[in-house]
T-cell receptor
Framework: DAKTTQPTSMDCAEGRAANLPCNHSTISGNEYVYWYRQIHSQGPQYIIHGLKNNETNEMASLIITEDRKSSTLILPHATLRDTAVYYCIVRDFILSGGYNKLIFGAGTRLAVHP | EPEVTQTPSHQVTQMGQEVILRCVPISNHLYFYWYRQILGQKVEFLVSFYNNEISEKSEIFDDQFSVERPDGSNFTLKIRSTKLEDSAMYFC??????????FGSGTRLTVV
């Protein structure tokens, strides 16, 4: 089962920041937080991941609380094309082989409207 | 940007027939995966493959399923005797160590 809890759905106005929360209160020390999204029935798309520190890339920012029990994905200027299901996934990362599976939950359905 | 390529995009097959779903992972990736998504349901892990062998498989991945990397570039999923409940989107993915996965755009399998 997924180790994360996310709201079922959220709305965001185009051009505004979308802040998607995720609760992962049982996360362990060697587990990373990954975010993916799925637009319609396309393959999931990697967005960002992090362990402890906040991370930023060209798509989004990831804010992880100090106790690591929750995180927030921020899309700074949401567009209509960001309408998708967003998945927060906790993944154990083994240094000797990075092949740990991803366990998808139901995710958050983000609707960006004009 | 490198892509994971899946073919065909849509396959219709009769119940009991064998199907092979094909994937070309990103060339310098070492880890390969198959996932599936039944319409309206979650994305489910099927199998992971590394160093020419299965590294992990789920309960879904029973004896009717098999995977192969026949020629160093393709990665295939074979379903031996399809059932109606195998109808789903099948996603191939690949990764390097420590990176996020890259998923393909999927094959929609319809069993009639």
């Amino acid at each position: 089962d997924a180790k994360t809890t996310q709201p079922t759905s959220m709305d965001c106005a185009e051009g505004r920041a979308a802040n998607l929360p995720c609760n992962h209160s049982t996360i362990s020390g060697n587990e990373y937080v990954y975010w993916y999204r799925q637009i319609h029935s396309q393959g999931p798309q990697y967005i960002i991941h992090g362990l402890k520190n906040n991370e930023t890339n060209e798509m989004a920012s990831l804010i992880i609380t100090e106790d690591r029990k929750s995180s927030t994905l921020i899309l700074p200027h949401a567009t209509l094309r960001d309408t998708a299901v967003y998945y927060c996934i906790v993944r154990d990362f083994i240094l000797s082989g990075g092949y740990n599976k991803l366990i998808f939950g139901a995710g958050t359905r983000l609707a960006v409207h004009p | 940007e490198p892509e994971v390529t899946q073919t065909p995009s849509h396959q219709v097959t009769q119940m009991g027939q064998e199907v092979i779903l094909r994937c070309v992972p990103i060339s310098n990736h070492l880890y390969f995966y198959w996932y599936r998504q039944i319409l309206g349901q979650k994305v489910e892990f099927l199998v992971s493959f590394y160093n020419n062998e299965i590294s992990e498989k789920s309960e879904i991945f029973d004896d009717q399923f098999s995977v192969e990397r026949p020629d160093g570039s393709n990665f295939t999923l074979k379903i031996r005797s399809t059932k109606l409940e195998d109808s789903a989107m099948y996603f191939c993915a690949s990764s390097r160590e420590g990176d996020g996965y890259t998923f393909g755009s999927g094959t929609r399998l319809t069993v009639v």
